[in-house]
């Protein structure tokens, strides 16, 4: 009979240990998956704070760089653009819609700061017609320029998704995409057949970013983004230090050799900081009166580019400086 009972015992502590080390066991998993799902939303949180970082920097760029912009107006309202003598010892730097190159450090990060005058390229509206007037300053501008026939092809075949994503029909251009075309990228509610309320949603078509967007041929026009409520329309005007080379020959029926000396003048301008009318003839500046703009509109893109795109995203801005408790109002602010 003790024996009997012995053995009884030792059964139930045999199969109380595997009890026991099942329990362990779970434990253990349970342990390493709390343990792994830390450590990946904590690698997920880093990330996104990264993230921000980096945005937030971008827009402290962009915040001084519009300060000083605003202080400046404020200062100078009559300015002309070009006239600033930088080589000057009493001179400062200033911030104005002339196209120069500002650097600011921001976080340990260094910008390139660029302000131009907003008012220049083609207005999105009227959507009806806005691929086919692309198509027109494409052919209008490819004499300064030599694409070669694939370049061509690609921009015709980017202009047909265009028109499929403004007119408001569902028929499908020759290489155009609607809705179908759209889902089998996962991009549902598009197109959007009908006027677009900025720009960036361009970047929604296949093509946008080569042609209209960073690398884009220089010689194409910058599209001017539709008003918020409240703002006015923007308007087509040509600025000597802000549009291109093309826009301004076109405008003011320009040799080449005179663009050639235009664009001359200009890189000198940039590259010395010195008064344009030292390096452009007087015959070639008398062309532009009336014709090419040397004043500001009141409207700006402010474009900020880190040095090291690593540390920052590119961010441009299209604003208009604000009196009273505003500070700038945006017709459009882009990150890329």
Do not use: C
Not at 10 to 24: D, K, P, Q, R
Not at 152 to 166: A, C, H, M, P, V
Not at 183 to 206: C, D, M, T, W
């Amino acid at each position: 009979m003790p024996a009997e009972v012995r053995s009884r015992d030792g059964g139930e502590s045999g199969v109380a240990l595997i009890t026991v080390l099942a329990l362990l066991a779970t434990l253990g998993i349970l342990t390493a998956t709390v343990i792994a799902s830390s450590l990946y939303l904590a690698r997920g949180a880093e990330s996104a704070m990264k993230r921000s970082r980096a945005f937030y920097r971008s827009e402290s760029a962009f915040n001084r760089a519009a300060f000083y912009l605003r202080r400046d107006r404020a200062a100078w309202p009559e300015r002309r653009l070009g006239e600033y003598d930088y080589s000057l010892r009493s001179s400062f730097d200033r911030f104005m819609a002339d196209g120069l190159e500002h650097r600011l450090t921001v976080d340990g990060v260094e910008f390139r700061v660029v302000i131009t005058d907003a008012m220049v390229g083609m207005p999105i509206a009227p959507a009806a017609d806005f691929a086919d007037r692309l198509r027109q300053a494409w052919n209008e501008r490819e004499r300064f320029r030599d694409p070669d026939l694939e370049t061509n092809r690609r921009f015709s075949r980017f202009l047909d998704k265009l028109t499929d994503y403004l007119d408001t029909n569902s028929f499908k251009q020759l290489d155009g995409m609607e809705e179908e075309e759209y889902l089998k990228l996962g991009r549902s509610q598009l197109p959007r057949n009908g006027a677009p309320e900025y720009v960036g949603e361009f970047l929604y078509i296949p093509g946008a970013e080569e042609f209209l967007f960073t690398g884009g041929p220089e010689w194409l026009p910058e599209l001017l983004p539709p008003a918020p409520r409240g703002l006015s329309e923007l308007v087509e005007r040509v600025s000597l230090f802000s549009s291109p080379i093309e826009d301004i020959g076109i405008k003011a029926e320009l040799s080449d050799r005179e663009m050639d000396k235009v664009t001359e003048a200009l890189e000198q301008f940039r590259a010395k900081r010195r008064p344009l009318n030292r390096y452009l003839e007087t015959g070639i500046q008398e062309k532009f009166v009336d014709l090419v703009e040397s004043t500001e509109s009141g409207v700006y893109r402010i474009e900020v580019t880190p040095l090291d795109p690593a540390a920052a995203p590119r961010l441009r801005a299209t604003l208009v400086p604000a009196d009273g408790a505003r500070f700038v109002n945006f017709y459009e602010v882009l990150v890329e």
